[in-house]
Each structure stands twice: as structure tokens, then as C-alpha cells.
């Protein structure tokens, strides 16, 4: 789903390189406190939480959930992301790795090796539903800010989102597009994309807007 939103026609880009995620995180904290972390490892595609320049996530443990600080070392990618600003790193062969931090206000000087702006013509909000509905709450309480989505494909996946009213049952990620002009034919496309949050809606919504 997508909707064109009024909003400001510049984006504010900086990047690093040969840092490491742990250093990445650290220098946009206080810009990012409490943001969503999307995280890709070997081993799995999962959700943390930022919180004092350290990633949370929430594991299952002797049959009851925990919120537990994550070991970056396996994490070779990350988007982390609030409606401010998105840090992306990237995990580069023969380098700690690359940073790039995006957003629509000012950043300062939080990663000064590379500064540009873009300047678009228009933003688009587009939404992504989760797989998944939530977990029986008293059965399998999730600690405070995460609740547990299952699905038979997926199995149990945490999503740092509080849990929703009873009603709703679906989790959806909020993304912004920014559309440009490509040159030199004056075509329209998407030149950048920005991750923004995670909200609740209901089963009716999503039935209502698939007819």
C-alpha cells in the first residue's frame, strides 16, 4: 500500500567508512534512542531494539521470553530506523565496515567522510504487513516493548512493538520512499528509501484494503 505525503524536497545523507557496527551505533544514539533494528546474520533475519547504543533482542529461553543484549560479531548487515533518521551498515571484506546515515533534518557531523544531499520531488509512504498474528499473551508473555508474532511458515519471530488491543492482529512496517527525476529523460523514479517504524492494525483493515 502507498500514499503520497507533502513533506520536505530534501534528504540529508552521510556515510563512513571502515567502521564497525558497535562504533556506528555508539556515534547515533542519541539521535536513534529506542530505534528498531533489522538485523541479518548467518543464522537468522531478525528484529532488536536500540537502547544506549546497544542492540536488544528477545530469545526464548527454558520455554519463557528474554530481552537480552545481542552479540554483533555474526551481524553482517543492519537497517536500524525511527520516523528520524535510518542508519544502515554493511559489513565490507577488508574493513570494518560502511555506515551510511540518511534522514530529512540536519545531521551534524556524525559521519563526516561523505555529505550530500538529495533533492526529491515528491515522498511516498508505502506499508509491508509481518507474517504472522500474535501469541497467546498470558500463555507466552513477552517482556515489556516486544510481542511474538507465529505463523506456521515462520514459526515464533519477537518484533519490538508493545502489544496491540485485541483487535489488532497485524503488524505492519512503515517505509518512505523519495521519488526523483533520472536524467537525462526526466523520468520519474525512486532514488531512495527509508525504514520509519512498526505499527498495529486489524484483521478487518487489512481484508477491507485487499478487495
Known sequence: MSEAVATKTKLYRQSKMDISLEDALNQVKD?????????????????????DGQIKICTNSKQS?????LDLSSVFEARVFNERAELRWLSIPGSKGKAVLISETGLGNTFADDTNELNYLKAVEQTYLLWGEPLNKVKQPAPANWSILSAARI?????????????QTVVELHSREYLGE??????????????????????????????
Open 155 to 167: 514459526g515464533a519471530m519477537p518484533v519490538p512493538i508493545s502489544p496491540g488491543s485485541n483487535n
Open 31 to 51: 539521535l536513534m534512542s529506542g530505534a528498531i533494528a533489522l538485523l541479518y546474520s548467518p543464522q537468522a533475519c531478525s528484529f532488536g531494539r536500540l537502547v
Open 65 to 69: 521470553w528474554q530481552e537480552q543484549t
Open 182 to 211: 533520472i536524467e537525462p529523460y526526466g523520468n520519474v523514479a525512486v532514488q531512495e528509501e527509508r525504514l520509519m517504524k512498526l505499527t498495529w492494525i486489524s484483521t478487518k483493515k487489512v481484508n477491507t484494503n485487499d478487495k
